[in-house]
């Protein structure tokens, strides 16, 4: 969706959607109604913070990383590109030199997955660990994927989450990316200030340079 340039990348946080299995699940509800109070609705959530479009902090992954509270709010606003992956199964240090990566900071990754917030795909692309050392030789520290993890669903050590952390780069998984042309943009993909957490959704949106 786009509003005066900035084009909505975000996968909304909706009841029924799927989750991380295991996880829980994102429910909103109203706890109390205009007419309980006799003034104002007041609406509570409960959820998993690694729903929808969202943020891991270090410490999601390495008991030493950083927590949310800890990480520079500048790292998930200012210039991005987005790269066309579709065509790819596997991504990795040898397929990502084929494009210019020269001067990107923040790299949005366009997969060949259809982002349906209500349906927990089964497969997606896969990113080898080499991606992170390459990355940090680009001097790239934010990377966003369209899906829903850096890793496959049934890893259990994470390698390409600690390749990443290792060489300094912060992730933003699930963006909706579907509809995005490749290029270079404006980024805003704020987590919440939530003191001592291991992640937050995200409302990220672009705007075309």
Not at 72 to 84: E, L, N, W
Not at 134 to 157: A, H, M, W
Not at 173 to 187: C, I, S, V
């Amino acid at each position: 969706m786009e509003k005066g340039g900035w084009i909505d990348i975000t996968q909304p946080l909706t009841n029924g959607m799927a989750n991380w299995p295991g996880d829980t699940p994102f429910n909103f509800e109203l706890g109390v109604t205009k007419e309980q109070s006799g003034s104002v609705n007041i609406g509570e959530i409960r959820t998993s913070l690694h729903m929808g479009t969202h943020a891991d902090a270090p410490f999601h992954f390495d008991e030493a990383g950083k927590k949310l509270h800890e990480l520079d709010v500048k790292i998930y606003i200012g210039r991005a590109k987005v790269i066309d992956v579709t065509m790819h199964a596997y991504l990795g240090r040898s397929e990502l030199e084929a494009y210019d990566l020269d001067g990107a900071e923040r790299l949005l990754l366009k997969t060949s997955e259809t982002n349906n917030p209500f349906v927990f795909p089964q497969s997606f692309i896969e990113l080898r660990p080499d991606i992170g050392p390459y990355l940090g030789e680009k001097g790239i520290f934010l990377l966003g994927i369209d899906v829903p993890s850096v890793d496959r669903t049934d890893s259990k050590d994470l390698p390409t989450h600690h390749a990443l952390g290792d060489n300094g780069i912060c992730i933003v998984e699930n963006l909706m990316l579907a509809d995005t042309e490749p290029g270079d943009y404006e980024l805003i993909a704020l987590p919440l200030a939530i003191q001592d957490a291991d992640g937050s959704p995200v409302r990220a949106v672009i705007r075309k340079i």
